[in-house]
Structures are given as C-alpha cells and as structure tokens.
C-alpha cells in the first residue's frame, strides 16, 4: 500500500462521527461535491449540491479555507439550481466535470446538457461564461438541444478533459465519449465519437451486452500520450486505449471486470483489489494510475500505471484499511483519511484531490 497523508480538508470541519460536515452554501462550505481540478496557480471546486462553482488562488493554506471566488451564483449564500427565466447562462443546474485547457476553464453543466466556458480564468464572483458547447446558445438548456442525439448534442455530460491535445467530453445520456483534436468551437463536429456505431446512436452498450467498444455510463475520462482512459461507471469498469484513439474502436485494457463483456456486480462483500463498483473518476499522472472505486468507498491505485489486459489488481488503497474493506468513512467516524462515495479526482505533481462527495468535502493528499 501507498503511504499518504491529507494535506488540506476544504469544506466545514465534521461535528463528530458520521454525522456529515454542515452543507449551506458559504464561501467554507460544501454539499456534495462532485468534480475537482488542481494545478501550480488553481483549485477549482465544482460544489455540485449546491450548484455552483468555488475557486482557490494556488493551493489553500489552511484547512476550511474560504474560496476567493464563487461561480454560478450570485454570490457565496445562494444555492439551487437557475433554470429558465431566472438566467440559464449564468447558472448551473448539477454541474460535474471541470478541467482548464490553453488558460480556459470548461465546466460540465451536466443537468444543462452543455459545456460552459470561460475564456481566461474569472477575476471576479458571477463572472458569466463567454462560450457553450452541446447548445445553440447560452440561453439554451435541453437535452439533445431539443430534438435527437447527433454529432452537435449533449445529454447529461458529466466529465471533461484536455489530454495532450485532445479535448473530451463524457456524454453520458448519450453513452459515448466525444473528442476533437485541438479546442472546439460550438457546432464543431467531433474528430472521434467512442462507444457508438455513428453520430446518431445512443443506445446503452449499443443495444446489447457490455464490450469492449461500449458504455453504459461513461463519466470520467483520463490519460497521457500513450492511453487514454474512460471511467464506465454503469458497467462498473474503467476502460484504457492505447494507443489513444483516433476512430472507434475496442478497448486494449479493462479495470474492475474479468474480461471484457463483464459488467459485474456484488454488493456488500469485498471487492478485493480486482472489482470496482460504479467508478465515477479515474486520474493518472507519470506512472500512476488512480481510480475512484466510488461505491466502496475508496480509491485505487496502480503503480505502474497499465496500458493493455484484463482484471489487473491494483497495488494501493486509499480510504480503507485493506482491500476487503469497503464501509462508508470504515463505519466509524469521519476522519482525514476516510472517504464517502468519492466522486471526482485530479492528480497533479504530488498532490491527489479527491471530492469526497458523500462528506461534503473536498481532501488534498500528498501520495
């Protein structure tokens, strides 16, 4: 196992036990966040419970830290979510996934079947976003963009990246990922459509059982110049490609199933080092790999990071005692090194942020 220890807990400090960190909206709190991105100049906090965004100048400096900037509301004591008539193009509605690309910021607003994104990185609190993906324009919120799946709509994007050069989005209503080689501007055709026969297809596991081409949930995505990796949390797997792909075409490497037309599932038993359930985030950096194994309640991690094969274990837990286990905060009290229903992930240099999401909290590591 890895060694670790936590470096930062944002969000309101726990009252004791199991009972959860306090959840109302204010620059220190967080309810169930679900996305986290981290670099040399940037924490951004994707405070999904409460529908907006919370951006950190560098690295906080102390637990419980206040954000400097709140994004989506008006300001850091609103919650809920802005749906048509009450400014769609300034509010979220679930947002997810975040990642910064070429000193922009691109936000999964997930409920509002779109990508949101900045042009520079904001200054200031409620700054609006200055462009949208998946819709006509920033007053448009529905799914598909009102009609049937194609090339230019999103349903329930939940996850985006930008890996060496590529830009992807989960489009998980849709059960695909999408790519384009370079930045895309709105109305783009992608250069890559995984996980379906053609851009109008969007059927769970393309209408059959589960492959080694197919999604049932595809959320999260990761990798480097040699694989590209895609966390499948309906089918309870994480599929690699390597090399990265320029068309469709079948996976090289699956994590969390025997083999690759496996989507099993057994609840309340160790998982050991081989299983996942609903992995809902998956990161890698240098020759790690980690993954969160979300519904056991901790993250894995593969050292060195794999490219190709079947089942692989992994070589490290994090959250859990050992790799049988798998209670929420290990059904004691929580604590810096537990975790509930882990959600989102960002590796950078040394440092692993995970969103917590089942304890309102967002936990930095160094591994």
Not at 19 to 30: C, E, K
Not at 96 to 102: H, K, M, N, Q
Not at 159 to 176: E, H, K, P, Q
Not at 312 to 333: C, K
Request: net charge negative.
């Amino acid at each position: 196992m890895m060694a670790s220890k936590t470096v930062r807990w944002l969000g309101a400090p726990a009252p004791g036990g199991l009972v959860l960190p306090a959840a109302n909206p204010t620059p220190t709190n967080l309810y169930a966040p679900r996305g986290v991105y981290l670099d040399d100049e940037l924490l951004i906090v994707v405070d999904s419970g409460n529908h907006r965004v919370l951006i950190w100048h560098g690295l906080p400096l102390s637990d419980h830290q206040p954000a400097d900037l709140v994004l989506g509301q008006p300001d850091f004591f609103h919650e809920g979510p802005r749906a048509a008539g009450r400014g769609p193009a300034n509010g979220f509605h679930l947002p997810t996934g975040v990642t910064v690309a070429e000193g922009k910021i691109y936000l999964a607003d997930a409920w509002h079947h779109r990508v949101l994104c900045w042009h520079r990185i904001p200054d200031r609190s409620g700054a609006p976003p200055d462009s949208v993906i998946g819709q006509d324009s920033l007053l448009d919120i529905e799914p598909n963009r009102g009609g049937a799946v194609g090339p230019h709509t999103l349903y329930w994007p939940y996850g985006v990246a930008w890996i060496n050069g590529w830009f992807y989005i989960a489009d998980t209503g849709n059960r695909r990922v999408l790519g384009w080689h370079g930045l895309p501007a709105n109305g783009q055709p992608p250069d890559l459509i995984l996980g379906q026969p053609d851009p109008c297809g969007n059927a769970e596991n393309r209408g059959g059982p589960p492959a080694a081409n197919s999604f049932r949930w595809p959320h999260a995505i990761a990798g480097d110049s040699e694989t590209l990796y895609v966390a499948d949390a309906g089918n309870h797997r994480v599929l690699g490609w390597t090399p990265p792909p320029t068309r469709d075409r079948p996976a090289d490497l699956v994590l969390g199933q025997a083999n690759m037309q496996s989507a099993f599932e057994q609840p309340h038993v160790p998982q050991g080092a081989h299983r996942l359930r609903f992995p809902y985030a998956v990161a890698c950096a240098g020759d790690r790999l980690f993954v969160a194994d979300t519904a056991n309640n901790r993250v894995l991690s593969w050292q060195p990071i794999p490219r190709a094969g079947a089942g692989l274990p992994a070589q490290a837990v994090f959250g859990q005692y050992n790799f049988a286990d798998s209670g929420e905060n290990r059904w004691q009290a929580i604590g810096p090194d537990t975790l509930c229903w882990p959600y989102g992930l960002c590796v950078h240099r040394q440092w692993l942020a995970i969103a917590d999401s089942g304890n309102n909290r967002v936990l930095i590591w160094e591994v």
